[in-house]
């Protein structure tokens, strides 16, 4: 078992390639002793008879043929324990806040296994945000996966952090918990993310896995894993509603084409391989609720779209995989309005099946079409100012256009820690609604207007 | 025979010592994952394998089946809730729990249920494949017909009917040869079939937009081509629910697992407009989702469409809904770079064009071997890279399939659902369709739909012009229609999935509501040309009415009310 090869034949980049090994088996967990007495993890990429590959999460600086390889002859695990809980971890794992090692109830494979879409419950518990954006428009549900799209220089890490700060199920007292796991994030958002947990108290209830910007790229591979892992574990063991926030996946990517390149794959679109859909979905798709058990994994990842550009693969893929996306605005940015979310391109899959009757309120869903409606035509009006004037536009357009400035005014804007309940939500949207005339209110069924609309209602 | 692994590189693995023949099914390691031989060079051939290998080793056994992937064919197929290689999720639940872990085998089809199987052949009879010697009720509206294997014939020795399981033998042959209700067919390989008809029939699924503008034919193939986000999978899910046809396969292709478990939950509850039992009873769902191995999502649309060849066969009209082709294309090319193929398009494999063909090849309306007439309608999504659809898959798509439904994520952003382009769509089926049209919907269909197409095409051109100038700047007819157009989206082409009376419509509402917009369109225009004024005729309440006349459970008691209203408004304006 603990066989230290001395055969390492090549090393380039993070892979080093050795001969002459007993059968070693594919994904296991490497030790590497360096001659200068630190030691390094790697984990088995390919395995044959004659050649193994080992990725090193630490990056092969310092390594050469002289270094001692030790397969540890099981996969990557990660020591689970509920003591994990305000604890802060490295990115593999290991302690970084001076406490004592974990004490493991169990140790978990880092890989997961797919769950059985047969023991899925499908999601329906609405998450109350207290952001109208979020909980009117694109209601957020537990066991969802629902990323932010953001850009560079965007107040993404606010808005997760207000998501953090203020979600919860209405009416209910349940354990949670937070998972955070930083993927080649600076040390100053880190320490801006620190802060906010210590100041909210919230770190208690959180774990933390910190991989930084300078960290080595490779462990951001498994970085997502490890917490990934520790949520499960909390959710299905100890039945938390546990809310992951991984930030940034677009590291996250970078790493995957780096290991991708070093491996002289043949590379997909832009350079990323070509299996980034499975991967990603490897992250992704661990989030759900299973029938029979209490917790539930809810995701929300931030990630940044590089150029704004919602078509780069990143992006591209990941919305192909999440139930829908959060996409934050640069011109509503500029505009100074927070949270700066453009609700157009923003989606949330799970929506219909968390809003209504008994979980929000009856009307929630024509409201949030009526307004979406409402608030495309407004801003397709806005182009045709700009070339025709605002005198040119009917009586009804110019209604529509007033109601899109309205819009983002009255409901997108909020205060940092305005938490909104959702009835607040659907008061301030059917005030602005009732400044269009109630024939374009199409979307919206007569029963709900009587019942709603500020002029019906009977007080 | 026995070999051994040489080489481990994820989902691939090289095997050496034993001599497989291409696509034969192997087990590797010691836990006897389940794989396929794609490539064989030398004395090592190349697996591909359909459960995770880590921790698998150089040196492990590997043992040859010598057959290839293969399904079991027999009653108890629907209600089923598969993974990509036919193994009942529930099964794989109760053995393994709520994760899927690896190294288990689990049967296609219940062996212990019992059937009730009534001959309908009988001793001394000539059969041959394809023949029906029996029937077994699967579910309380389709007739299971047990069919001779198409390889096997000859004269019937034995034959009863009564309680068996699906592996017992239920009729012998003078050779000696015993059938059981279960017959084995490998995925790869098309059900013949005596001959290839032409598609008559509309594929009516009560989406107004499908069946009024872009019909599908049974037997036909159609693609959904959309970005994220613009309700590909909603589309697919409403065509499972209310197609009518017999039997529906849906294969969830590599997507998400919540979506899936949201099928699994619905469908048991829906009822089949056409019969009132629960929807699961003429369904065959086939799950795998994006994080289970790679190798069994592309295994998952050649056994769904086996399924459905089967069916076909015992003459049932049958859909498959393939979401997202896109999905098993993405299988295909990373099992061909880790192959370390030379790759074609965009990192696809270079026979990705052939693949997509023959499967959508595999649709079609046919006379089967017993002389049945049966069809395969395949309606497959696309999930082009950022909504892109120069990219590979939608193009190779675009070259075989007949029907083209274009998501647009600008409708869908705005909440025009289905979001699907009415400009950019076609269906090659319209032509040969009208007969059937006229004779069932009614004949001025054909005419009302054409007139609605040559609208929404003038209405975007005047959009073009009112994007420069301003739709006041328009002539008043011209304003007019775009009203018409305006009616015509949003009170006919849009359609509320969620809505319980929205959510289908049936061909009577479709027609009558096509023909009150242009009913109204109609008496607008004579009511403008003798010199009513636009905003009056605008402010008529009867064509607000209309807008939510498609909500209404009484649908033809509200319409005929706003019709009279309308045309009593009409009559007060003058002019008509």
């Known amino acids: 078992m603990t066989k230290e090869y001395k055969t390492i034949t090549e090393i380039a980049g993070p892979l080093i390639f050795l001969e002459k090994t007993e059968p070693v088996g594919y994904g296991e967990l490497v030790h590497i002793n360096l001659p200068d007495g630190t030691t390094k993890r790697g984990q088995v990429l390919d395995s044959s008879a004659d050649v193994v590959a080992v990725q090193v999460f630490e990056g092969t600086g310092g390594l050469n043929e002289e270094s001692g390889v030790v397969f540890s002859g099981e996969t990557i695990k990660l020591p689970v324990s509920k003591d994990m809980l305000g604890r802060i971890l490295s990115g593999s794992g290991e302690p970084l806040d001076g406490g004592p090692s974990i004490i493991p109830e169990d140790r978990v494979d880092v890989n997961g296994a797919s769950m059985n879409p047969y023991s899925r419950m499908p999601p329906e518990d609405f998450i109350q945000t207290g952001i109208s954006t979020i909980d009117g428009t694109n209601t957020l549900v537990r066991g969802q996966k629902l990323p932010i799209f953001s850009g560079s220089g965007l107040p993404h890490n606010e808005i997760a952090l207000q998501i953090a700060r203020q979600a919860k199920v209405p009416g209910s007292d349940e354990d949670f918990a937070v998972v955070f796991a930083a993927m080649g994030i600076t040390n100053e958002e880190a320490q801006y993310f620190m802060q906010d947990f210590e100041k909210t108290g919230a770190l208690e209830r959180a774990v933390v896995f910190l991989n930084l910007a300078d960290d080595p790229a490779v462990e951001r591979i498994v970085t997502p894993r490890m917490a990934l892992t520790a949520a499960e574990y909390l959710a299905y063991e100890h039945d938390m509603h546990v809310l992951v926030i991984l930030t940034d996946i677009t590291n996250y990517c970078e790493a995957l084409r780096q290991m991708g390149a070093a491996r002289e794959e043949v590379p997909g679109r832009r350079g990323y391989p070509g299996y980034m859909y499975t991967d990603l979905a490897s992250l992704y798709e661990r989030a759900g609720v299973i029938k029979g058990l209490k917790g539930s994994v809810t995701q929300f990842s931030i990630l940044t779209m590089p150029g704004d550009d919602i078509t780069h693969p990143i992006p591209d893929l990941s919305g192909y995989i999440t139930e829908g996306q959060i996409v934050v605005s640069r011109e509503l940015h500029r505009k100074g309005i927070y949270p700066p979310i453009n609700v157009l391109p923003s989606l949330s899959r799970l929506m219909n099946s968390g809003i209504g009757d008994g979980k929000t309120r009856d009307d929630h869903k024509a409201v949030s079409d009526q307004m979406y409606a409402g608030y495309a035509e407004g801003r397709d009006l806005r182009g045709l100012v700009a070339i025709v004037g605002k005198e040119a536009l009917s009586e009804r357009d110019q209604r529509i256009l007033e109601f899109a400035d309205l819009f983002e005014d009255r409901f997108v804007r909020q205060g940092r820690d305005e938490n909104r309940t959702i009835?607040?939500?659907?008061?301030?949207?059917?005030?602005?609604?009732?400044?269009?005339?109630?024939?374009?209110?199409?979307?919206i069924d007569n029963k709900y207007i009587d019942k709603y609309h500020p002029a019906h209602k009977s007080n | 025979m026995k070999g051994e692994i040489y080489r481990v590189a994820g989902p691939v693995v090289t095997i050496m010592g034993i001599k497989p023949k291409m696509y034969d099914v192997v087990h590797v390691g010691n836990e006897g994952l389940m794989g396929e031989v794609i490539k064989i060079e030398g004395d090592k051939a190349t697996v591909q394998v359909y459960e995770d290998t880590s921790g698998v080793k150089p040196g492990e056994p590997?043992?040859?089946?010598?057959?290839?992937?293969?399904?079991?064919?027999?009653?108890?197929?629907?209600?089923?809730?598969y993974d990509g290689i036919q193994r009942p999720l529930k099964v794989l639940q109760e053995q393994m729990g709520d994760f899927i872990q690896r190294g288990v085998t689990?049967?296609?089809?219940?062996?212990?249920?019992?059937?009730?199987?009534?001959?309908?052949?009988?001793?001394?009879?000539?059969?041959?494949?394809?023949?029906?010697?029996?029937?077994?009720?699967?579910?309380?509206?389709?007739e299971h017909k047990i069919m001779?294997?198409?390889?096997?014939?000859?004269?019937?020795?034995?034959?009863r009917s009564g309680d068996f399981k699906v592996d017992d033998t239920?009729?012998?042959?003078?050779?000696?040869?015993?059938?059981?209700?279960?017959?084995?067919?490998p995925v790869r390989l098309p059900r013949p079939v005596t001959k290839k008809l032409m598609p008559t029939k509309p594929l009516i699924t009560g989406q107004r937009?499908?069946?009024?503008?872009?019909?599908?034919?049974?037997?036909?193939?159609?693609a959904i081509p959309g970005p994220f986000g613009s309700g590909k999978t909603v589309t697919q899910q409403q065509l499972a629910k209310w197609s009518d046809t017999d039997i529906v396969v849906y294969i969830g292709c590599g997507e998400r697992g919540n979506e899936m478990a949201d099928v699994l939950n619905e469908f048991p509850e829906l009822q089949d407009p056409k019969t009132g039992r629960p929807l699961m009873e003429r369904t065959v769902l086939i799950a795998n989702t994006s994080n289970m191995p790679v190798a069994a999502r592309e295994a998952s649309v050649y056994t769904g469409i086996t399924i459905a060849e089967y069916y076909r066969d015992m003459g049932y009209d049958v859909s498959l809904m393939a979401d997202s082709t896109s999905r098993w294309a993405e299988a295909m090319r990373e099992i061909s770079s880790r192959l370390e193929e030379m790759p074609g398009e965009e990192g696809y494999p270079a026979y990705l064009s052939a693949r997509l063909s023959e499967f959508y090849e595999r649709a079609g309306c046919v006379h089967s071997l017993s002389g049945e007439e049966g069809s395969i309608t395949v309606i497959g999504a696309v999930s082009p890279p950022g909504g892109d659809f120069s990219e590979p898959v939608t193009q190779n798509t675009l070259r075989i399939v007949k029907v083209f439904w274009a998501l647009d994520a600008k409708l869908a952003q705005r909440r025009h659902f289905p979001s699907i382009n009415w400009l950019t769509s076609y269906s090659l089926y319209t032509e040969g369709l009208s007969g059937w049209f006229g004779e069932n919907v009614s004949p001025e269909w054909v005419s009302l739909r054409n007139n609605a197409m040559d609208m929404l095409q003038q209405e975007s051109e005047l959009q073009e012009i009112v994007q420069l100038v301003g739709s006041d700047a328009l002539p008043e007819n011209q304003q007019l229609i775009l009203e018409i157009c305006r009616m015509l989206?949003?009170?006919?082409?849009?359609?509320?999935?969620?809505?319980?009376?929205?959510?289908?419509?049936?061909?009577?509402?479709?027609?009558?509501l096509l023909k009150s917009i242009s009913t109204y369109g109609d008496k607008a225009m004579i009511a403008l040309e003798s010199g009513i004024p636009m905003s009056e005729i605008l402010a008529l309440e009867s064509k607000d009415?209309?807008?939510?006349?498609?909500?209404?459970?009484?649908?033809?008691g509200v319409l005929n009310e706003v019709l009279a209203k309308m045309d009593k408004e009409f009559a007060k304006l003058g002019g008509n």
Not at chain 2, 209 to 222: C, E, H, R, S, Y
């Open chain 2, 62 to 81: 590997v043992v040859n089946t010598g057959m290839s992937l293969s399904v079991e064919l027999g009653p108890g197929l629907l209600e089923s809730i």
């Open chain 2, 489 to 512: 989206r949003e009170y006919f082409l849009q359609q509320n999935a969620f809505h319980p009376v929205d959510t289908y419509c049936s061909f009577d509402k479709q027609y009558k």
């Open chain 1, 423 to 443: 009835e607040d939500t659907l008061s301030v949207s059917w005030e602005i609604l009732s400044e269009l005339p109630e024939s374009l209110l199409t979307r």
């Open chain 2, 209 to 222: 937009i499908l069946d009024g503008l872009f019909p599908v034919a049974k037997g036909g193939t159609a």
């Open chain 2, 148 to 159: 001779v294997p198409p390889t096997v014939s000859g004269t019937i020795k034995d034959v």
């Open chain 2, 106 to 142: 689990a049967d296609g089809l219940d062996r212990e249920r019992v059937w009730d199987f009534k001959a309908v052949a009988s001793v001394g009879d000539v059969v041959e494949g394809g023949d029906v010697i029996g029937v077994v009720q699967e579910t309380m509206n389709v």
């Open chain 2, 170 to 185: 239920v009729c012998t042959l003078e050779d000696g040869t015993e059938l059981s209700m279960v017959q084995k067919w």
């Open chain 2, 545 to 556: 009415d209309l807008a939510k006349v498609k909500f209404e459970e009484d649908f033809d």
